[in-house]
């Protein structure tokens, strides 16, 4: 028995110095030893509440700052890397030190940055990402035609406006931060595949000339010798709209609507936003025209009359709701001169053959008020910042707009969701 106890002991000595001894490896061999820095990715902020970052995000580039700001280190991954859940970009504590804070943010398109770069259309193009430039210096501009001061509406050019730039193009997918949660590696077993994490809410924040602020980025602090987790979620920042025009007369031959018969138009700022994804104030105001437009047509026979209904999509850049009150938002607007009043994003159609408006809207606020009941939980902008796809249906009868009809998200043909708002004030 004591022979037997001394081998016992014995063993066990011998397993707490080769563990003492694969500590002490560390610094030299760390392949079962996770040090550095970890950073995985989710896109959970939208309507649905579910990630759908390795479905939508084909392309990220996560910069890394410094505590002076200044951008340290930078990587960019593509393709099949983004393709699965888990994945994680790594920072060795020789690419950042440790014992030391940094800030994260990461930028993401739906494809790789430099493919994106190299097809048709208007871009989304980074400046300020250069080693050692610093964070309030980093901008992601949309690319738009030279400001056409030419506008053929006179009106228009005489409003105390910025001059107008058209894009008419798709645009890609911009995604930017909204915010980052770490773990604490003493709460994660030893494992090199960094933890899924719900990320911390965004707290919007009001300021005195009504324009909402989202600042969510956080911090993470390198320790030495032990791995550093941390999760960014993203907030996607472009929008894509449907519209369709729909003619409802007593004369069933009047009902015929063709998409050449009629301009759609969404006028905003907002071609730029800075690192903290706030928009900016540049200097053209920008004019989103459809990108595709096309008529339907139905024909039908005894009582059921034939119809048509035109079509546009449009797609356009993060729609920031700047007043922290709707009770006082204009709601329609009829004249060149409610354009020049706006603050918000404006939605107009007009006939083409004369340029008159025949209807307008506070784009954001309509879109906004789509939301149900347990949406209204959130804020106009947090709706605003987690939705994305947009379907307004117009009801036009004696050449005005009496009917608008909005749907959310992936539209259900057979009973639809819509929600209704009447304007007598344009009969």
């Not at 494809?111 to 994106?116: E, H, M, T, V, Y």
């Not at 008529?295 to 119809?307: L, P, R």
């Not at 922290?324 to 053959?353: H, M, P, T």
Request: aromatic letters at 10%.
């Amino acid at each position: 028995m004591n022979v037997r106890l001394i081998i016992q002991k014995g063993i066990v000595a011998v397993l707490a110095a080769l563990a003492m001894v694969s500590c002490d490896m560390m610094t030299e061999d760390r392949d079962d030893c996770p040090t550095g820095l970890y950073v995985n990715f989710v896109y959970d902020y939208n309507i649905q509440r579910a990630d759908m970052f390795k479905d939508h995000v084909g392309g990220l580039t996560l910069y890394v700052y410094d505590e002076s700001e200044r951008l340290v280190a930078s990587k960019t991954v593509a393709g099949s890397l983004l393709s699965k859940y888990g994945s994680y970009i790594h920072f060795t504590e020789e690419e950042l030190a440790p014992d030391h804070t940094y800030r994260l943010m990461a930028v993401a398109l739906q494809k790789d940055w430099q493919q994106a770069l190299a097809t048709p259309g208007p871009k989304y193009r980074q400046k300020g990402n250069a080693i050692g430039d610093q964070w309030q210096q980093f901008f992601v501009t949309l690319d738009h035609q030279a400001a056409d001061k030419a506008r053929s509406n006179v009106a228009a050019q005489a409003a105390p406006m910025a001059p107008y730039a058209a894009i008419s193009q798709p645009l890609d997918t911009l995604w930017h931060t909204l915010t980052t949660v770490t773990t604490p590696a003493d709460s994660m077993p030893l494992t090199m595949l960094p933890p899924m994490l719900t990320p911390a809410k965004c707290t919007y924040s009001w300021q005195r000339d009504g324009s909402v602020n989202t600042n969510g980025q956080e911090t993470v602090r390198l320790v030495k010798d032990e791995p550093t987790y941390a999760t960014l979620s993203l907030i996607r920042d472009t929008k894509q709209l449907n519209i369709t025009l729909r003619a409802l007369n007593d004369d069933p031959a009047d009902n015929q609507v063709n998409d050449r018969d009629y301009t759609v138009e969404i006028i905003d700022n907002n071609a730029q936003v800075d690192c903290r994804n706030n928009l900016t104030s540049p200097e053209d105001t920008l004019v989103y025209t459809p990108y595709r437009q096309w008529t339907t047509t139905f024909t039908g026979s005894g009582d059921v009359q034939s119809e048509s209904a035109a079509h546009y999509d449009l797609m356009f850049n993060r729609l920031l709701y700047k007043n922290a009150s709707v009770n006082d938002d204009k709601y329609a607007i009829l004249s060149e001169a409610d354009i020049a009043k706006a603050r918000n994003a404006v939605l107009l159609i007009r006939k083409k053959d004369t340029g008159d408006i025949i209807f307008g809207i506070n784009l954001p606020y309509i879109l906004s008020s789509g939301r149900n009941y347990q949406e209204r939980y959130y804020h106009y902008q947090e709706y605003l910042d987690r939705e994305y796809d947009y379907r307004l249906q117009f009801i036009i009868k004696g050449g005005k707009v009496e009917e608008l009809q909005l749907y959310i998200g992936a539209e259900v043909h057979i009973i639809p969701w819509a929600k209704r708002q009447q304007h007598e004030v344009l009969n």
